[in-house]
């Protein structure tokens, strides 16, 4: 059977529920294979329209979203038409509530969320889109490699036009520091520690601060283009910041941040969201 490959097809950015970590922001690479007859053209599926219809199935069924397990004990889920609402027990005792519209969840028949249940979800997907000649639907999804530091953080971009304004969507990414013109691994594994599993709110979003039980609980709520975002979250796993959240006021708080501790050095910041994207900032004095 004649098969094609596209590799690093695109990349999803999504945040998931887990027992243990709680939210989670989390970039996979996707690797997509076809098989099946050939087509007049002696194609089994012409490569340009795998990049538009193939990622567009992709994006529309599991990017930039919130991905919640249906089969996890801690769910309490309640759809009521255009919306989504839910409340998810950790095992820790602590308590995350999510409200939004439809568009910024994806609903996952399983009791976690891991790559090859994901994998299988969007298999189903793309036989739905892909041409009668193609028969074999081969989708893998893997992780960055990344020698040195980096952190998994969620957020939402209330102003964006696009998928962006989701309030809990994700991100695995790399992060690099130079002091002075050096890296300093020290400082990128000092912050990737501080927001490792982190939600990164503004703090104009936040409406509440409120005790739930034994904890300590940020309310993040937002009006989009999309619709309206809530999100409450356990304090301990916040970290605000007074702009947006996006990638760079991200880099340009950790710049900033670290330059006002040691002022005599100049740092720079390459901060990455997800794969092969950032932004980089700069502060401090120059030697």
């Known amino acids: 059977m004649p098969r094609l490959f596209v590799e690093q097809l695109t990349v999803i950015d999504s945040s998931l529920l887990d027992p243990v970590r709680g939210l989670v922001g989390q970039s996979w690479i996707v690797d997509l294979e076809l098989g099946g007859a050939l087509d007049a053209q002696g194609m089994v599926f012409d490569f340009g329209l795998v990049k538009k219809r193939v990622k567009a199935a992709i994006d529309a069924q599991v990017d930039h979203k919130l991905l919640v397990p249906l089969q996890a004990s801690g769910l309490a889920l309640r759809e009521a038409g255009a919306e989504v609402a839910l409340e998810f027990r950790c095992e820790d005792g602590t308590v995350i509530q999510f409200r939004a519209p439809q568009s910024g969840a994806c609903l996952v028949d399983a009791a976690r969320i891991e790559s090859a249940v994901l994998e299988r979800l969007i298999t189903a997907e793309l036989t739905k889109v892909l041409p009668d000649n193609v028969t074999d639907v081969r989708v893998r999804l893997r992780l960055e490699h990344i020698d ?6 969620s957020h939402g971009l209330k ?23 050096r890296r300093a691994e020290e400082l990128e594994a000092r912050w990737a520690e501080r927001w490792r599993d982190i939600y990164i709110g503004s703090r104009e979003d936040v409406i509440a601060e409120e005790t739930i039980g034994a904890y300590a609980y940020y309310r993040f709520r937002y009006r989009a283009p999309e619709g309206e975002f809530e999100l409450c979250l356990p ?3 916040c970290y605000l910041i007074d702009t947006d959240s996006t990638v760079e006021h991200i880099a340009q708080h950790i710049a900033s941040t670290l330059a006002a501790a040691e002022p005599q050095h100049h740092f720079e910041v390459r901060a990455f969201e997800g794969v092969g994207k950032g932004a980089i900032a700069e502060a401090g004095q120059r030697r």
């Open 148 to 153: 040195g530091a980096y952190y998994h953080y």
């Open 159 to 181: 102003k964006h036009q696009g998928q962006c304004q989701r309030i809990a969507h994700g991100h695995r990414s790399r992060l690099y520091i130079a002091r002075d013109g």
């Open 235 to 237: 304090q301990a796993r």
